[in-house]
């Protein structure tokens, strides 16, 4: 081989682990962000999710003092 030839097929072989290496670090970054929205995902889910459980224990304290007022009228009920 001549110095040309081999020099060409140096250039080739860098080009193709260039191009190699450019694909798999473009694959990682869509993994990275397939990741990201997964979490930002779930995030929302939680959010969602406490939520529903403040609304739930805000009820629950509604029911509760509710209770109490009945409590009290049939404590008043049975003083008369």
Do not use: Y
């Not at 290496?21 to 962000?33: E, I, K, N, P, R």
């Not at 397939?34 to 995030?43: F, G, I, N, P, V």
């Not at 224990?57 to 008369?80: C, F, G, H, I, N």
């Amino acid at each position: 081989r001549n110095p040309p030839q081999v020099m060409n097929s140096l250039q080739g072989a860098l080009l193709a682990l260039i191009l190699c290496a450019a694909l798999v670090s473009f694959g990682s970054m869509t993994s990275a962000q397939a990741s990201m929205a997964e979490r930002t995902e779930a995030a929302a889910r939680t959010e969602h999710q406490m939520t529903a459980l403040r609304q739930m224990a805000a009820s629950s304290q509604r029911a509760e003092e509710r209770l109490d007022r009945l409590l009290a009228a049939v404590d008043q009920l049975r003083a008369d």
